[in-house]
């Protein structure tokens, strides 16, 4: 019985070895590739952000990240965002909580044309593992009817493209 159950115990170790302890750069460019394919022409972000812009405009240090990839809007009358980030392992509650405040801010105090505001509000913080990212991305509904449920809700589902995409990838 003794042998049974230590043998039991040394297999889940070793099962559980074979998870990925963290995740690296060959991975953030896996999750920006499937995220930008399952977009395709609908990928908006148009202007990149360095480690400088990270840092003022979303308030993550480049001390607490390992490797990035953040893409925004030239213009303001456009809000798609891609941030992701490969944080340091004792960095991931503090730049999830940047994201956040950022996610926080573009809801409650930035300036955002209400035909972004969907979209903004259906913007989502992730973290898998050392990966944190902010998403918000996708078509806006154009419709002219639509009630501001169906908007919130066509905006939700476009969100959840992307976090589908990067979720996958990391698998």
Known sequence: MK????GIL????VLSGCAKAAYDKEDL???VLSIKEVYGENYYPSMEMDATLLEEIVKVKAED?????AEGPMMSNQVDTLIVIVAKKDKIEVVKKALEDYKYYLEHDAFNYPMNMPKVNASQVIVKGNIVAFVMLGKTDMRNEASEAEYISY???QVQLGVDALLEALK
């Not at 990240?65 to 990839?69: A, K, N």
């Open 65 to 69: 990240v390992i490797e990035f990839f």
């Open 3 to 6: 042998k049974t159950v230590l």
């Open 155 to 157: 905006a939700q589902a």
């Open 10 to 13: 040394i297999g889940l170790l």
């Open 29 to 31: 460019d896996k999750v």
